[in-house]
C-alpha cells in the first residue's frame, strides 16, 4: 500500500483573495473554513479524500523567503495552452522568471501573493 496526496498547504497572507483564485483556477469550491482562518477548497462533489488533493490556505505573517522549493504545476482540461494562459493572467496570475531560457514548452506564473506555479502544455482530461 501506498500513500496519497490528499492536501496541499499553502501559507498566505489573504487565505480568502488565494481561495477565490485558486478556486477560480481549478474549479475548485470551498470545503470549510477552520477557526485559525484556514480556508480549504476542493473538487466539488468530492472533498477531502477524493482522487484529487484538496488546497488548505492557511493564513501566516511571515514573509517568504526566496524561491519556493514547491510548486504547483497545471495543465488546462477544456482549452490549448495559450488559451489558457490568457484565462489565468485574468484571473489575477502574473508571469514569474525564475531563470527559464524562454524555450520551454510551459509558462511560469505566480499567484496573487507571488507563489509560483507552471501552466504545462499537454491538456489533461477533466475528471
Not at 24 to 37: F, S
Not at 49 to 64: H, I
Not at 108 to 116: C, I, S, W
Amino acid at each position: 500500500m501506498a500513500s496519497r496526496i490528499s492536501e496541499l498547504v499553502i501559507d498566505c497572507a489573504d487565505p480568502e483573495r488565494l481561495a477565490v483564485f485558486w478556486g477560480e483556477v481549478l474549479g475548485y469550491v470551498e470545503l470549510g473554513r477552520d477557526d485559525d482562518g484556514s480556508i480549504e477548497i476542493g473538487p466539488p462533489g468530492e472533498g477531502f479524500g477524493g482522487p484529487q488533493p484538496t488546497l488548505v490556505l492557511s493564513p501566516s505573517s511571515e514573509p517568504r523567503a526566496g524561491k519556493l522549493r514547491l510548486h504547483i504545476d497545471v495543465n488546462a482540461t477544456d482549452r490549448d495552452q495559450e488559451a489558457e494562459l490568457e484565462r489565468l493572467l485574468a484571473l489575477g496570475a502574473g508571469r514569474a522568471d525564475v531563470g527559464q531560457t524562454g524555450t520551454e514548452s510551459w509558462h511560469v506564473l505566480a499567484d496573487p501573493e507571488g507563489n509560483e506555479f507552471c501552466l504545462l502544455k499537454a491538456r489533461l482530461r477533466p475528471f
